[in-house]
């Protein structure tokens, strides 16, 4: 029989993950380290991709590792207490997962605006909850990184991937439904660079 402590914990967890992930390293790194406006500058996006543009290649990695860590802490601890082998276990960790990631596309801290598109918080999410799903979202995005030399193609080929990913590895019904949900979150968050990719004006990593 579970205990206060546990059922507190259990209730907790998921506003721990949405608190966490509404925190947003870009800004906070900038903030601290330069005297740049984020917002104000490259794409206005809070992203690793433009911080890097804006600010340096350090505070660029420092922010995709914090991104990817406020992904992955709070499902790995889900992962702790719950488990899969049950509809109410994965259901919890799935949940957990999608408020991780809604926490950076909204943060309360910025009054659900400004959030960045949630393409490295859910790869800490999924990488929590499996290793290779994971890596599978990493290699996708590195690959169409480097043919396409645009953040953008990256992620939306990666966050296409991730339900079928998702699946192959887990065989999972809550958790492929996840995976669906996140990436049309993110897709809708990439409505303006897709169609830059489709007109030929999306901007270049590397130039």
């Not at 919890?92 to 910025?110: K, Q, R, S």
């Not at 990436?183 to 968050?189: A, D, E, G, H, N």
């Amino acid at each position: 029989m579970l205990n206060l402590g546990t059922i507190l914990k259990f209730i907790g967890l998921p506003f721990f993950a949405y608190l966490l992930g509404s925190i947003s390293f870009g800004l906070v790194l900038t903030s601290v380290f330069t005297s740049k406006d984020l917002k104000a500058e490259g794409s206005g996006n809070i992203g690793a991709t433009n911080v890097r543009r804006v600010a340096g290649s350090t505070l660029g990695f420092l922010t995709l590792a914090g991104d990817i860590l406020k992904g992955a802490f709070p499902v790995w601890f889900a992962v702790t207490m719950a488990s899969t082998d049950n509809l109410w276990g994965e259901a919890y960790i799935c949940l957990v997962a999608l408020l991780a990631v809604i926490g950076h596309l909204y943060p309360v801290y910025t009054k659900f605006k400004g959030g960045g598109k949630g393409v490295a918080t859910t790869a800490g999410c999924f990488l929590a909850l499996s290793p290779m799903v994971g890596i599978t979202y990493a290699l996708v995005f590195i690959l169409f990184i480097c043919l396409f030399n645009r953040s953008s193609a990256g992620s939306l080929a990666a966050a296409a991937v991730l339900p079928i990913a998702v699946w192959e590895a887990t065989g999972l019904t809550i958790m492929t439904g996840c995976a669906v949900t996140i990436t049309i979150f993110i897709y809708f968050r990439h409505k303006d660079n897709i169609g830059r990719l489709l007109s030929g004006t999306e901007t270049v990593i590397w130039k």
